[in-house]
């Protein structure tokens, strides 16, 4: 009854979306900020960054990743939500409605919505693995202090196929369930809820870890930067994760953006979601870095860390089990959130687009997704030996988006509003028409992304395609 009320309000507000009267949106200041902060936080943070900050010699990487974070994923980040508050549409149509007749900026927002197919292939198998690392924690007998057990009872997750696709699809459900009931009952509502949960638990973690005996070389690997580990490969990979992190790059921050209310500050916000969103990833370093190091095990597993190494420090410590399920749960919080922008992009595009109701769209998208994701899914087990350049296809996924698709669409909404949307709009925008007080902010916004941010991202991307 009550889901039936909830789809007859839906189909009654799409109705009047497309008559453009009532649009659905975030309702309160607080609730931008939580479903911005949601989508940025995620398994970037807590499956992405330490392990990335683990093979890269930890404090020197954190250092390039926080200059790739103020001078490209920061100023991005505010590009789109600028350019989505302003047209108030989905991102294809966001690009399209504010670009001169027949100049053809649309296809970075059309290169989103591939993108957030892509993201969410690979996204939502790691999701389903924390999903599945819940329950098995939860039910127990999982825990064991020899990596070479824990290694093996991953590898026995991934590597059978009906689980993998399981737990993949039990992801779908869960986001597709709440973004069927819209932006601000759906999303708003859900992460609101969750994001201060996530901060408690992760503090809790974190004093765990930090009072563990020996803790102290974790936090100095964190901490103390040692740049002779900075290669052109650090910086490269340090941009992909700072887009990564942010949500920039693909029409996710646009699609927020039009959600926003008329007088959010939104070089404020997305400075706090920022800055928010940083402090999760230290915080996640701290849970993990101490416990690493005090109980020996090695730092620089890669991708692998989170389901062997971390199960295997939690099983290490005191009370380690019941740590090992909250930290699970963490990581599961942050990927819903994440997850639900990722796919409001595809979901925003065929509602008001193409006119299909919300829990239609909704629906289309997770089957896609579904068919998309298997491959991912299947790749350890049924689809090992498919290669596609050398990669299997959740690392192509994994490694095109990060290191071509965002980039390449940051540098196209960059070069927009700076050399094509132009200045005065964008004073205009950010300042809200001159209500708020931030003029030299915003100026300085305005060279960063008409010089600094193109300028970089071309260099990165050059360096990545391996031409410099
Ligand atoms: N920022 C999220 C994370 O770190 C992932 C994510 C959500 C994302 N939306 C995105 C990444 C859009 C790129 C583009 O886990």
């Known amino acids: 009854m009550e889901l039936e009320r909830e789809l007859e309000s839906g189909k009654a507000k799409d109705a009047a979306a497309s008559v453009g009267k009532q649009r659905d949106g975030f309702t309160t200041a607080l609730g931008v900020i939580a479903a911005t902060l949601g989508s940025a936080v995620g398994l970037g943070n807590i499956w992405k960054f330490p392990s990335i900050t683990g093979q890269n010699g930890g404090a020197a990487f954190i250092i390039v990743y926080l200059i790739s974070t103020l001078l490209v994923g920061l100023p991005v980040m505010i590009t789109e939500q600028m350019l989505g508050r302003k047209a108030r549409k989905d991102a294809i149509s966001t690009l399209r409605e504010l670009a001169p007749k027949k100049q053809p900026w649309w296809l970075a927002g059309a290169a989103g919505v591939l993108a957030a ?52 699809w039990v992801v779908l459900v869960v986001i597709g369930a709440i973004l069927m009931m819209g932006v601000s009952k759906g999303i708003e509502a859900t992460t609101k ?66 959600y926003f209310r008329e007088e959010q500050n939104i070089p404020g916000t997305a400075t706090k979601v920022m800055l928010a969103d940083l402090l999760v990833s230290m915080l996640a370093g701290i849970a993990i870095f101490p416990a690493v190091f005090a109980f020996g095990f090695e730092v ?21 089990n019941i740590f090992m399920v909250l930290f699970f749960i963490l990581a599961g919080i942050a990927a819903t959130g994440a997850m639900l922008s990722l796919l409001e992009v595809p979901v925003a595009f065929i509602n008001e687009k193409m006119h299909i109701s919300r829990p239609v769209a ?107």
């Open 193 to 258: 809820r969750l994001m201060p949960i996530l901060f408690v638990l992760l503090v809790a973690i974190g004093i765990r870890s930090l009072t563990l005996e020996g803790a102290g070389e974790g936090l100095r690997f964190l901490l103390q930067p040692d740049f002779s580990k900075v290669t052109w490969t650090t910086v490269l990979v340090a941009m992909g994760l700072a887009f990564f992190k942010l949500s920039t790059g693909m029409g996710t921050m646009i699609t927020y953006g039009s």
């Open 117 to 168: 197919f892509l993201i969410m292939a690979f996204y939502t198998e790691v999701a389903g693995w924390v999903f599945a690392y819940i329950y098995k924690s939860v039910v127990g007998g999982f825990l064991s202090t020899d990596p070479a057990v824990t290694s093996q009872a991953f590898v026995d997750l991934i590597t059978n196929p009906m689980q993998s696709l399981l737990w993949q």
């Open 362 to 468: 909704t629906v289309i998208t997770v089957v896609l997704l579904a068919l998309i994701g298997s491959t991912a899914a299947l790749s350890s087990s049924t689809l090992a030996d498919v290669k596609i350049f050398g990669f299997t296809f959740f690392d192509l996924f994994d490694y095109t988006t990060s290191n071509i698709l965002l980039p390449v669409g940051g540098l196209f909404i960059a070069l927009f509003a700076g050399w094509v949307w132009g200045k005065d709009r964008i004073v205009d925008a950010l300042t809200n028409s001159g209500a708020l007080k931030n003029e030299w902010v915003v100026k300085a916004f305005y060279v960063v992304i008409k010089f600094v941010t193109p300028v970089l991202l071309i260099l990165v991307l050059l360096r990545g395609l391996s031409i410099i």
């Open 300 to 320: 620089d597993a890669g991708p692998s860390l989170l389901f062997i190494t971390i199960p295997a420090v939690f099983a290490s410590m005191p009370l380690g």
